[in-house]
């Protein structure tokens, strides 16, 4: 049975994350922010740990973790960076606050999270850290910079940090999602929906499973030789 801490459990691609692992037999832990109703019910139906915290506060984050490694029985050797906040928009339009929400979350999260996992992963000799980015990482969105700016930087601290983990034992990847049905997504309107489906591929929108079956795969015993890898999962979309 392995240790396994989610950001951003309680929905969307970060719920499903949970169920795949939890039907797998491992322990899990999630942090979420604000919806406790919606954490009860993955926490219901998965057995999972739902833990309270703002990941884009450092200090939350430190007791977050902290009561994780206590839910858990020990330190997790599983971190799956999920917890991901959008903002459309133009960027001149954009708050201080709301470009500083985006970045916190979507950025800083990660490496909050990271930084505290990391001594017990390195002490263990042994981890899996995968980051949940995007596309727009890869490709850019107009009237997402913020977003797309901070998932790009996901693609930095992956490949960086797989470096600095390779001789400790620690593999780091990312997966990077296309247009996925989540909350996330539910604002586009139909039109919108419609031609990133045509430019995708696959021809249609990808499920939170979709991506959950990626992030297991990559921190199963079949990926102990893939490191600072950035896979997309997006139905071909370029």
């Known amino acids: 049975m392995r240790r396994v801490l989610v950001t951003g459990g309680s929905r969307g691609i970060g719920a499903a994350v949970v169920r795949r692992f939890c039907e797998n037999g491992d322990a899990a832990a999630f942090f979420y922010r604000e919806n406790e109703r919606a954490a009860a019910a993955v926490a219901r139906e998965t057995g999972a740990c739902p833990v309270r915290c703002d990941v884009g506060d450092p200090a939350a984050v430190r007791a977050g973790y902290a009561e994780a490694v206590k839910a858990l029985g020990g330190a997790p050797g599983i971190l799956v960076n999920c917890a991901g906040v959008a903002h459309t928009g133009l960027l ?18 990660a490496l909050y999270l990271c930084r505290t996992a990391i001594p017990a992963m390195v002490a263990a000799k042994a981890g899996r850290i995968v980051n949940v980015g995007s596309m727009w990482g890869r490709v850019g969105a107009s009237c997402e910079v913020a977003y797309s700016a901070a998932k790009a930087g996901l693609r930095g601290l992956t490949t960086a940090l797989a470096k600095e983990l390779g001789p400790s034992g620690v593999t780091v990847n990312c997966v990077e999602p296309g247009l996925i049905d989540t909350d996330m997504n539910a604002g586009l309107s139909a039109a919108d929906k419609q031609a990133l489906i045509d430019e995708t591929p696959l021809c249609r929108m990808g499920t939170p499973d979709d991506v959950a079956g990626a992030v297991f795969f990559l921190a199963s015993p079949d990926a102990a030789f893939i490191t600072g890898q950035c896979l997309g999962v997006d139905g071909g979309f370029i």
């Open 92 to 109: 001149q339009d954009m708050t201080d606050a709301e470009v500083r929400r985006v970045l916190d979350v979507d950025l800083a999260g």
